[in-house]
């Protein structure tokens, strides 16, 4: 199988989950995450042991140019770039760090695409009014969001105004899995609305560079696309709430830029709408993302609810989970492996939504690479076929325009930190040294030849 010359062919990353410490920076998200319970991370490892990209990026980008990629998705870390957050002050050395990142992926005659937002809010914001919860932070994301289009916009024709807008706010407010462990759905669901509006301002902003340059101006979601156990009436119920709750939720304002009346029926109903104003869905709807991008891992099945719901709402309200009997999975994360759901995507895109699309996230961890090691290399052959089986899938999509790997590299994860591995890159803590597994050199082979 051909991989096509206009094909996007790399990897994607987070700044905060690989630029390690940073010299005159603000604290975050996750550093208040971490600060909490360091315990709960595993072997306390946090933020501040990520694999250092700040003083490796131009070894790693040339380990990434040499794979033949051609694309590298990486994150504008906010509470780095602007020394004062409130008042839109760029941090100096930061401006100048991701310069640097820029013009070393443009010497390899590589595409940078930059996200400006990967769950790592500046923690000043979310210590003052809660963060996303509150409307106030509209106008401090348009005054980063226009900072960094004045500094980067001359050489850079992809960006991103989030990357999975919907984890750190599900996880936050909803499942009390992540900072601030909270399960409040009136939050949950203000904050998920101030990042669809926040994707708006960030395409209203982007606007007057795009006339210059013919950039795009995107977002990437977290897709997990929902399947029902059954063809029966309950089931199919069920799965219809499921993708509205989880699916839809974002898909239907960055590319309808209409909120569905049926997702606000269900808000309304269980008693946690979110408060907005006119000019809000007047602003989702005249500036919509022009490409998407889908962050793809595993789907979800579900069946008819058939135990009884109480308590707080939750989108299981509507819902059972069901695992499939014979289901293929990763038994490190429990997650389904289902590659057939990148083709079932492109019919849905072309049926709904009509808008440019890509695979901006695809990959998989495993716990304990190292008894896998032969000959000093980490013989991953499981990431060779799980990653094969998806890029081909991705190329069958005509219309797909690429396909991203997470991760070039070992990175921190939340809570799991160095746990479970997703690198084509082995990181070794302790030296910071890269050591490339078989995955790497099959994605260099397959690249060079353009064919899989």
Same mark, same amino acid.
């Given at each position: @199988? !051909?991989? +096509?010359?206009? &094909? ?18 603000? #604290? ?40 033949? @990629?051609?694309? &590298? ?39 940078? =695409? ?20 509150? +409307? ?5 994301? +348009?005054?980063?969001? *226009? ?19 919907? /984890?750190? /706010? ?14 409040? #759905? ?21 606007? $007057? ?9 995107? %977002? ?7 399947? $029902? ?12 709430? %499921? ?9 239907? $304002?960055?590319?309808?830029? !209409? ?17 907005? !104003? ?5 602003? /989702? ?70 808008? #440019? ?76 040294? *890269?050591? #490339?597994? !078989?995955?790497?050199?099959? =994605? ?5 030849? +353009?064919?899989?």
């Amino acid at each position: @199988m !051909k991989i +096509r010359d206009n &094909f996007f062919i790399g990897t994607s990353s987070s700044s905060w989950q690989i630029e390690g410490n940073h010299k005159n920076s603000n #604290p975050s998200w996750a550093d208040l995450f971490y600060q909490k319970d360091p315990s709960l991370w595993y072997e306390k490892t946090g933020v501040q042991d990520a694999c250092d990209f700040i003083h490796h990026y131009k070894e790693d980008i040339e380990w990434m140019a040499k794979a033949g @990629m051609n694309v &590298f998705r990486f994150t504008i870390q906010w509470p780095y770039f602007l020394k004062d957050v409130k008042k839109g002050i760029v941090n100096e050395q930061a401006k100048d760090f991701y310069n640097h990142v820029i013009d070393t992926i443009l010497s390899y005659g590589m595409e940078p =695409f930059i996200s400006l937002e990967h769950w790592d809010l500046p923690a000043l914001f979310l210590e003052e009014f809660d963060g996303w919860c509150n +409307r106030k932070i509209l106008d401090y994301y +348009r005054i980063y969001a *226009r900072k960094v289009f004045e500094c980067f916009s001359d050489r850079v024709h992809y960006f991103f105004a989030f990357t999975e807008p919907n /984890i750190p /706010i599900d996880n936050g407010y909803m499942d009390k899995k992540w900072y601030p462990f909270v399960h409040d #759905p009136k939050k949950c669901y203000q904050a998920h609305f101030h990042k669809m509006v926040a994707t708006s301002i960030a395409k209203q902003e982007y606007l $007057p560079f795009q006339k210059q340059t013919g950039g795009k101006l995107g %977002a990437m979601i977290h897709y997990t696309p929902v399947y $029902p156990r059954s063809d029966s009436k309950e089931d199919l119920e069920a799965w219809y709430y %499921a993708d509205l709750l989880q699916v839809r939720i974002y898909l239907d $304002p960055y590319v309808k830029g !209409k909120i569905s009346d049926e997702f606000m029926n269900v808000l309304k109903e269980n008693d946690c709408m979110f408060s907005y !104003k006119p000019e809000d869905m007047e602003l /989702i709807d005249q500036y919509r993302i022009d490409l998407l991008g889908l962050d793809y891992y595993f789907p979800i099945r579900v069946k008819q609810k058939e135990t009884e719901f109480k308590g707080i709402f939750h989108p299981e309200k509507y819902y059972d989970l069901y695992i499939k009997p014979d289901r293929r999975f990763n038994s490190h994360r429990g997650w389904e492996i289902y590659p057939q759901a990148i083709l079932d995507a492109e019919k849905r895109i072309q049926e709904e939504y009509q808008i #440019p699309w890509f695979i901006s996230e695809n990959g998989i961890g495993i716990s304990n690479e190292d008894r896998y090691r032969e000959n000093g290399q980490i013989q991953d052959t499981y990431r060779i076929e799980f990653l094969k089986e998806h890029l081909e899938c991705a190329l069958q999509c005509k219309s797909c325009m690429g396909y991203l790997i997470w991760s070039y590299i070992d990175n921190v994860s939340a809570l799991n930190a160095f746990k479970n591995r997703y690198g084509l890159l082995e990181l070794n803590t302790k030296t910071q040294e *890269r050591i #490339p597994k !078989k995955s790497y050199d099959f =994605f260099k082979e397959i690249n060079h030849k +353009r064919e899989i």
